[in-house]
């Protein structure tokens, strides 16, 4: 299972007082230098986080992979196309809300999916759809000629009982199943941090997973460098 570090928070810390510390470019260098397999970036309309000038720099300076997490917006859309990041993971986006709340709503938004879907691959970008664990959103996505998908795993991060992370693992692991064996790539994502990432180390259909505000609150007490390679180990090995 691959890891790849969202550095959203990095710009949040350096937006808070209008400066330029710290650089979420210098992070990324950092992670992976740390064995970071990439850095996820969202681009998101009002620019709360990352920049424009953060997503062009990045394309320039990385050599893991980019991946750009977007709404279906024209002018990021047309961002994506110029930047070219290896991959663009089209989430929900809602002004108000502090973090992504849910998956896409493939169903209800096919068509317009589908078109961003096409614009993103003529540009030769592949499209990762982050989604509930649901296999009607799995069986949309298809239809879009996603490439992947992102599973959205806040609510199994959000529950408060063991019983509840369980039977809300065991949908994440029939849905990362069934996409696999319709030839999906799997990845998931959201709410994941050092103490329940360990229960995924068990879902083999799982490629990769995008993890960011847990890190990036671990830096601040042990430097990014250690925060990305005790994460590695968790994933990689079970143990920090």
Same mark, same amino acid.
Not at 111 to 120: C, D, F, G, M, P
């Given at each position: 299972?691959?890891?790849?570090?969202?550095?959203?928070?990095?710009?949040?810390?350096?937006?808070?007082?209008?400066?330029?510390?710290?650089d979420p470019i210098l992070a990324a260098l950092i992670a992976e230098q740390a064995g970071a397999d990439g850095i996820v970036v969202h681009l998101r309309e009002d620019r709360r986080h990352i920049r424009d000038r953060d997503v062009y720099l990045l394309r320039q300076v990385i050599t893991t992979k980019l991946d750009l997490e977007m709404a279906t917006h024209e002018d990021i859309i047309?961002?994506?196309?110029?930047?070219?990041?290896?991959?663009?993971?089209?989430?929900?986006?809602?002004?108000?809300?502090?973090?992504?709340e849910?998956?896409?709503d493939v169903v209800s938004n #096919?068509? %317009? =999916?589908?078109? &961003?879907? +096409?614009?993103?691959h003529d540009a030769g970008i592949k499209v990762s759809l982050f989604i509930e664990p649901s296999i009607e959103q799995i069986?949309?996505?298809?239809?879009?000629?996603?490439?992947?998908?992102?599973?959205?795993?806040?609510?199994?991060?959000e529950h408060k009982t063991e019983e509840g992370k369980v039977?809300? #693992?065991? %949908? =994440?692991?029939? &849905?990362? +199943?069934?996409?696999?064996?319709?030839?999906?790539?799997?990845?998931?994502?959201?709410?994941?941090?050092y103490h329940n990432i360990k229960l995924f180390r068990t879902i083999h259909t799982i490629d990769e997973v995008s993890i960011?505000?847990?890190?990036?609150?671990?830096?601040?007490?042990?430097?990014?460098?250690?925060?990305?390679?005790?994460?590695?180990?968790?994933? +990689?090995?079970?143990?920090q």
């Open positions: 299972m691959r890891f790849c570090l969202n550095i959203d928070h990095f710009a949040t810390v350096r937006n808070s007082r209008g400066g330029d510390q710290p047309k961002i994506a196309c110029e930047v070219k990041p290896e991959m663009a993971t089209l989430v929900p986006e809602k002004r108000q809300e502090l973090t992504t849910g998956g896409l #096919l068509n %317009k =999916i589908k078109e &961003a879907n +096409k614009r993103l069986d949309a996505s298809l239809e879009t000629d996603a490439d992947m998908i992102e599973i959205h795993t806040g609510v199994f991060a039977e809300e #693992l065991d %949908k =994440i692991e029939a &849905a990362a +199943k069934y996409a696999h064996d319709n030839h999906l790539t799997v990845n998931a994502g959201h709410g994941l941090d960011g505000h847990s890190v990036v609150a671990r830096a601040m007490f042990v430097g990014i460098d250690q925060a990305v390679r005790e994460m590695i180990n968790l994933i +990689k090995h079970g143990t």
